[in-house]
């Protein structure tokens, strides 16, 4: 079967003649499906027309060759179901005209920030990815961090325009956190005096370069392993950058008029809201991401692979709708029926047929999105006197979900009924788990020390877990019922009020 490319799709290069105005810090699956489907979008509606250039943040990327090898073409898959519509749609996205491996090809980065055409920025790094890391600064290598690179992009354009206000840029981050666009602008200024970037520098990044807090919503799951096939058939070539996602999607950006009209999302018919994105992110990351996180290690150990398989077990199901009915909704601060009616959305959206969400998808990264997406619940209602039983189960469970028999490689190989399946985490999380489990044959206070080891490491937390009143004892008495009678075992008891 061939290839897709622009010799088997011509019309990919309808688009080639516009100019790359977008450089994108990131080629995964959601910018794929979400960001640059949008671009294309407003391309084919001559709305923005301008390409994106994709820049690789880590230094193993697997996504620019595909790219390269396929001219920067990709088909993204919209199925599920909108206003009451079944929806199955597959689009050619031509917006990418490149991606760049910046630790091969640091020059060509710059270079890019030399063209006074590039007018926007956007990331999606993982949470992980937009983080302070402290790192030298050379002119000719890239800098290992995302916010690392773009502060040295932003130095060589200040320097190649000579501080030219109009060369300034918009930056639109899009990693899942909270005033992401503040928390990216103040890590780039801290690099700038980590590395001693002139002050006429700091000052040009501050005056004429503007960071939009923003928040994004669709659910993508990335490349369909388990049926890539039945695709091919379908669509009659091979596409190894395949992006299946639903069709829903929601995109809010706090930015005025002016951004508004340069960037035509909305002209181009796309759910984009520009204003205020509080509201929205606190409504969507604890209940959706967060119902995510919640139920990811649990249901994986109880023996089902995605989330649709999850929602469709009455046992999980039970065990989801009360995490997000009686232990996040009840502590965000909106209205009670904002909260209901997108917990309802939310619930339906789990169960899109289409949509494969794999449970090990969802574990990456697990301890930080615990942190950012769950432990905010959980902590809300600690402070209401209560410790919210399904919450602690998760806990307990995603402590269960990080014990590693071996290592491979990057990763840390756990087993479920003789099977194994990789933990995906930073390293000094795969190491600290490896080190604590190593101490625990399943005794009640192994168990109980493990319990104290990870509620205690304030590094994942951000604060002593161990100071909540109880929550040791919950969740060891969680984590031991799973490890003694197996996970639905703990289910079971937990459900019929029986847990701890
Ligand atoms: N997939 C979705 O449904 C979805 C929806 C909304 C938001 N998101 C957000 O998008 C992020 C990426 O999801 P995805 O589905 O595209 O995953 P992906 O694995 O396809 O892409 C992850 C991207 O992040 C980069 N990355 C990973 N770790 C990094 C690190 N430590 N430093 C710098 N870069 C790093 C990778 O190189 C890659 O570009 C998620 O963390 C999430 O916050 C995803
Ligand atoms: O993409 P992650 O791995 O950060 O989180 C997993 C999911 O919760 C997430 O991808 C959601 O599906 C998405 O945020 C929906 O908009």
Redesign the pocket.
Known sequence: MQTLNKQTYPAGRRFDHLPEKIVQFGEGN?LRGFLDWMIQRMNEQELFLGRVVAIQPTPHGKVVPKLLAQDGLYTVALRGFANGEQVDRTEVVAAISRGINPYADWLEVLRLAENRQIEFVFSNT??AGLSYFQEEYAANRAPLSFPGKLTAFLFHRFQATAGDPTAGLKIFPCE?LENNGDLLKAIVMQLAKDWRLPDAFTEWLQSHNRFFNTL??????GYPKENSEEYEQRLGYRDELLTVGEPYH?FAIEGDETTAAALPFRQAGLNVFWGDVKPFREL??RI??G???MMFAVAYLSGVDTVLQAMEDQQLRRFIQRGMEQEILPYIALEQAVKTNFARSVEERFLNPFNR?QLL??A??AVT?YKL?VLPSLLDAVKTGTLPAVLCFSLAGLMLFYRGIQRDGQQLVGMREQQPYSIRDQEEVLQFFQNVWSACQGEKEQVQQLVRAVLGNESFWGENLLQIAGLEEKVGQYLRQMLHDGMRAALTRLLEGDGA
């Open positions: 959601f993982t949470e899942l994004v919503d669709r659910i993508v799951i929601f969507k990351v959706l991401n119902a995510h996180t969400h998808d969802l990456l990264n999105k997406r």
